[in-house]
């Protein structure tokens, strides 16, 4: 009886160091709406705080080819760019996240050098890594929409 006690509390206590708590997923899916929020409503400096230090380069990139037809756009808009974190899709590993956040309503500047244009909605893949016990997205790029490639499989919460 003792073993068969034990074997249990094992495979438990097993499951739980596994299974991502939800304060866990809570901090990733904040981390992701913060920098989003900030990135796709060119607010650059703000979202510095959510990514690594060496993606600030890519933010600095970002904001420096803003030109003044994008930001007459921008300003145009009735309404900000805005993030689903409702529907996002996430796998969670001990220091690394994927994330998928669709974001309508955002200034798309996907070739430099041309102005940009007003997206109704698009999908973007975020990579997170854990620095410090704290979330960061990392950029190895620009976010650039994609389509999610639905046949393989997910762990998304």
């Given at each position: 009886m003792k ?11 097993l499951l ?65 760019a805005e ?75």
């Amino acid at each position: 009886m003792k073993i068969k006690l034990l074997t249990a509390a094992t495979l438990l206590c097993l499951l739980s160091c596994t299974k991502n708590s939800p304060a866990h997923d809570d901090m990733v899916r904040a981390c992701i709406d913060s920098f989003a929020v900030h990135y796709f409503n060119f607010e650059f400096s703000r979202a510095i705080p959510f990514v690594t230090p060496d993606s600030e380069k890519w933010l600095q990139l970002a904001a420096s080819n803003v030109t003044q037809d994008d930001l007459d756009l921008l300003y145009q808009q009735e309404e900000r760019a805005e993030i689903d974190t409702e529907n996002m899709e996430m796998t969670i590993n001990d220091s690394v996240a994927t994330a998928w956040v669709n974001v309508t309503n955002f200034l798309d500047m996907t070739a430099i050098g041309e102005s940009g244009k007003i997206s109704k909605e698009a999908t973007f893949c975020l990579s997170l890594v854990r620095l410090d016990d704290k979330w960061k997205v990392k950029m190895e790029g620009l976010p650039r929409s994609e389509k999610r490639n639905r046949d393989a499989g997910s762990d998304g919460i």
